[in-house]
Each structure stands twice: as structure tokens, then as C-alpha cells.
């Protein structure tokens, strides 16, 4: 079974304005990872935050982590339409060389 | 770098017949190659892993002898559907992990596969 799990499952909000995802887990990680899919396409890889990072910076994303709570979100500033995207959370599970998914977050901006 | 190629980007099948989807790294050596499914509107789901030269690992639940997966070299692996079926019809990605790397790993455009 998916070990991430997101919300909100939706999101919409105005063009400008920041948009806050979060991301929860069930094991310990060797690092988490971001990612953007537009409709039907394939995956765009947004940041990576290692497991004994606490809060990681790209551009207008912005990662943090809590391991103690199992827990991540991503923060995308300043929208613009072109985020419109679902986003998905990837936990890289120790001891076991793959990622597991979480169900992802549908992020609309309006313009 | 690090680019992954798959092709078919979309594929037409009829029921009962048999697809395969080619997933290629382009500039680097794949020592790992995952295959992923996604249905409309849900997230992704590893379906398997597979090791150059080795047999794949399947998730729990996925039926190898369905989802048939070679990865004969370090820049390809394929997937072949099996006596394909409509509930098979989903979006199919792949992924590799570098060789030597750590355990980053580049995705693929996806295949779209409909089964009529």
C-alpha cells in the first residue's frame, strides 16, 4: 500500500498568492522527494530533502521536514497559472531501493 | 543529463493481444529500472524493479507472468503487456537510477495505453 499520504487533495487558490501542501509518511526515509505532474504527462522533479535536513529552498519552493512527526510540506510562493499541476510527495524508504508515492495534491491557480 | 526516454508515448491495442513499452536512458547507465502504473486522477504505483541482467521484483499484487519486464542492458528495459486487457488500460512510467549513484531516480514521459 502507497505509504505517503497528501493534503489537501485539492487545492485552489488566486494567482499570486501561496500555495501549501503537505505530505505524511509512515517509516524512516533516507530523503523525500517533490514532484510536479501536468495532465497526462510524465513527472518533473522539484526538490529533494535528505533525512537529516530540516528545510530546503528552490527558487519560490520552499521543502521542509519533520521526522519526528513523519511529516513534509512544500510551499510554492507567488503563484502563476503554469503551477497548475497535481504535486506528489515520494518518500525514499530505508533499506528498500524504491520510492513510494503519495496520493498527490490537485493545485488550480486562477488567473 | 540524466534523460529517460519511453516510446510508444501512446499506444492502441486490442483486447487479447500482446504491447511492449521500450524505457531507455539516454545519457547515463541504468543500474535500476522501476516501472510504474497510474490510473486517471490517482497517484503512481511501483509495479516492479528490475536489475540489469537479473529477474524483476514484483510488487505485491502485480502478476509477473501478465507484466512481463527485461532489462537486458544498462540503457533499456521493457515492459510487455500480456493478453491485454481494458481494465489493463492505464498510464505506464518508468524510472532508472544511475549507476554508481545514489538512489535519485529519473523519470521517463510515460506511455499511454488503451485497450479496446
Known amino acids: 500500500s502507497q505509504q505517503g499520504e497528501e493534503d489537501p487533495q485539492a487545492l485552489s487558490i488566486q494567482e499570486g498568492e501561496n500555495a501549501t501542501m503537505n505530505c505524511s509518511y509512515k517509516?524512516?526515509?533516507?530523503?523525500l522527494q517533490w514532484y510536479r505532474q501536468n495532465s497526462g504527462r510524465g513527472l518533473v522533479h522539484l526538490i529533494l530533502i535528505r533525512s537529516n535536513e530540516r528545510e530546503k529552498h528552490s527558487g519560490r519552493l520552499r521543502v521542509t521536514l519533520d521526522t519526528s512527526k513523519k511529516s513534509s510540506s512544500l510551499l510554492i510562493t507567488a503563484s502563476r497559472a503554469a503551477d497548475t499541476a497535481s504535486y506528489f510527495c515520494?518518500?525514499?524508504?530505508?533499506?528498500?531501493?524504491?520510492?513510494?508515492f503519495g496520493q498527490g495534491t490537485r493545485l488550480t491557480i486562477n488567473p | 543529463g540524466a534523460v529517460v526516454s519511453q516510446h510508444p508515448s501512446w499506444v492502441i491495442c486490442k483486447s487479447g493481444t500482446s504491447v511492449k513499452i521500450e524505457c531507455r536512458s539516454l545519457?547515463?547507465?541504468?543500474?535500476?529500472m522501476f516501472w510504474y502504473r497510474q490510473f486517471p486522477k490517482q497517484s503512481l504505483m511501483l509495479m516492479a524493479t528490475?536489475?540489469?541482467?537479473?529477474?524483476?521484483?514484483?510488487e505485491q499484487g502485480v502478476e509477473k507472468d501478465k507484466f512481463l519486464i527485461n532489462h537486458a542492458s544498462l540503457t533499456l528495459s521493457t515492459l510487455t503487456v500480456t493478453s491485454a486487457h481494458p481494465e489493463d488500460s492505464s498510464f505506464y512510467i518508468c524510472s532508472a537510477s544511475r549507476l554508481a549513484g545514489g538512489y535519485e531516480q529519473y523519470f521517463g514521459p510515460g506511455t499511454r495505453l488503451t485497450v479496446t
Open positions: 515520494a518518500t525514499d524508504i530505508q533499506g528498500a531501493q524504491k520510492l513510494v
Open positions: 545519457d547515463f547507465q541504468a543500474t535500476t
Open positions: 528490475s536489475n540489469e541482467g537479473s529477474k524483476a521484483t514484483y
Open positions: 517509516t524512516s526515509i533516507n530523503n
